[in-house]
């Protein structure tokens, strides 16, 4: 039922917009009739690659923030936790300041928010050891801190009228430029990250037990959670550097996935990364509808996202897990 959902909602997004495309018009093109000119150029120019850039994006925030919840066993845990989305709209920000290409901003903020992440674990093993989550939480907290601080700075000496706008605009999510050439560019990163968390996701799910009982099981839990947060990371850094920074959907769609599923990882997985493409997928196409200016992504989604933490909070007594 999830997938036909995802169908559903990637059919009317292609379908819906200034030049509107009928469901038979859709599968015509698809089929490969390119007799209606301006439906072949509108459906695989413009309306797909965002389309399918949507689906990703909110596939791989969903599954990271399952990850992470599972992995430090906190359901107010999102992909952002350990600074990577931070780090990754540093290095996209820095190369808008710097004039870069499309393509090289990407690529710095993707090298940026690894880089960032690299660096919070390179602090937790020379503290205390990588099996020590809180403090790679806290230091998670601080480079990301840093790498917040250095956005402002970003902000502060780019010019007002040109690069400014673009920055912040950028900052808060967007869809608006995507092209072929970028889903190409962010779908191996993307696979990379998913097929290890889903190949394992039954020893994921151990993790939630604690490390004493996951090792009682066979699981090296310091080797697996290091496995999970690269994994995550590497489809963070992918995501912001292709929509930028787009916040609460790695925080609440675990938590309606889990209401389907309950909190086994290895069901959890598959249906927040179809919750999250389907969700994303109609948060841009509303973004791109509701108005005559396009709203950034980032906006509807914490319009969304905040009350849903109000509501975790007021849960908060109860174990997570239930």
């Not at 000119?37 to 990271?64: C, D, E, H, S, Y």
């Not at 970028?182 to 993790?207: K, S």
Request: include cysteine.
């Amino acid at each position: 039922m999830l997938a036909l959902g995802l169908v559903v909602a990637m059919m009317a997004a292609a379908a819906i917009g200034p030049f509107a495309l009928s469901p038979g018009r859709i599968l015509a093109v698809l089929s490969g009739d390119r007799s209606d000119a301006q439906a072949v150029t509108v459906l695989w120019n413009i309306r797909l690659p965002r389309v399918m850039a949507a689906a990703m994006v909110g596939a791989a925030l969903a599954a990271a923030g399952a990850a992470y919840q599972t992995t430090f066993r906190n359901p107010l845990v999102s992909p952002d936790i350990l600074g990577v989305s931070a780090g990754a709209g540093f290095g996209a920000v820095l190369g808008l300041l710097l004039g870069l290409p499309v393509m090289a901003i990407q690529l710095l903020g993707f090298a940026m928010g690894l880089a960032t992440v690299g660096l919070v674990l390179g602090l937790t093993l020379a503290l205390r050891g990588t099996g020590q989550v809180l403090v790679m939480v806290l230091c998670g907290i601080a480079i990301g801190a840093l790498a917040g601080a250095g956005i402002s700075l970003v902000k502060l000496l780019a010019d007002p009228e040109q690069q400014l706008p673009a920055i912040t605009f950028w900052l808060m999510g967007s869809l608006a430029g995507v092209k072929r050439p970028d889903l190409a560019a962010a779908l191996p990163a993307l696979l990379i990250g998913a097929a290890p968390l889903l190949a394992l996701r039954w020893r994921i799910g151990l993790l939630a037990m604690g490390d004493d009982e996951a090792r009682a099981m066979g699981i090296d839990a310091t080797r697996l959670r290091l496995l999970v947060i690269a994994c995550a990371t590497l489809m963070t850094a992918a995501a912001v550097a292709l929509a930028g920074v787009i916040g609460w959907i790695g925080l609440m769609v675990p938590h309606m996935a889990r209401l389907l599923t309950g909190p086994r990882f290895d069901r959890l997985l598959p249906a927040a990364i179809l919750i999250g493409a389907g969700f994303m997928v109609l948060v841009d196409t509303a973004a791109r509808s509701i108005a005559t200016l396009e709203v950034p992504l980032g906006i509807l989604t914490a319009v969304l996202g905040a009350p849903v933490f109000v509501w975790l909070l007021a849960r908060g007594a109860r174990p997570w897990s239930e």
